[in-house]
């Protein structure tokens, strides 16, 4: 990501410069406040940065343009297999401008079972509020952000050039570090269950 004489950042697509829209959140700093969209038998569901920390547990948002393309498929089934790790630990949310469709057809082909698969083409909402939105045509482009229990940014990552992949392992450390080790008590009662 490069910021232009004007100020403004940008992203490339294949060496070409796309303009975005909004403010980044920097790391250290609360995490805005956001709305996307998932859908649950066949009826549209709400998610909101607030309904997600009411879990209190870390949170990795994965953002793509469409889940359509090889690096964001990439992205997808990276983050997944990592998050299975993290079972009622930490939430995984996969967000994209893709339509409703789209993302349950990726999801089932691709058996992409611990992210939570969420839309943002509705009202570009999220892509406003985090800095992610490609001011023409109006998609997100690729980024990873973690976030913490109290709704802290703990890492951020705009992938400068959107047919690149992103951090994986960096973003991965910062959410393992967010995870507290099991009390030697819980260790004895998962012990004691088995």
């Not at 569901?45 to 498929?73: F, K």
């Not at 570009?124 to 939105?133: C, D, K, P």
């Amino acid at each position: 990501m490069s910021d232009e004489n004007d100020g403004k950042r940008t992203v490339t697509f294949r060496g070409e410069a796309y303009t975005l829209y909004g403010e980044i959140p920097m790391v250290g700093s609360a995490a805005p406040e956001f709305r996307i969209y998932s859908w649950w038998n066949a009826t549209r569901v709400e998610i909101t940065l607030a309904s997600l920390l009411a879990n209190g547990v870390p949170i990795l948002l994965s953002v793509v343009s469409s889940v359509d393309t090889p690096i964001s498929r990439l992205q997808v089934k990276n983050f997944d297999l990592a998050m299975s790790e993290y079972f009622n630990t930490a939430i995984g949310v996969q967000i994209s401008s893709d339509l409703p469709n789209t993302i349950n057809r990726f999801f089932a082909q691709e058996e992409i079972h611990t992210l939570v698969g969420s839309s943002d083409y509705y009202d570009r909402n999220f892509g406003q509020a985090y800095g992610l939105l490609v001011e023409e045509p109006a998609i997100l482009t690729r980024a990873v952000f973690v976030i913490d229990q109290q709704g802290v940014v703990q890492y951020a990552e705009v992938v400068p050039e959107i047919t690149f992949q992103p951090n994986y392992q960096a973003a991965l450390s910062v959410l393992a570090s967010l995870i507290p080790e099991p009390s030697e008590e819980s260790k004895e009662n998962t012990s004691n269950s088995e």
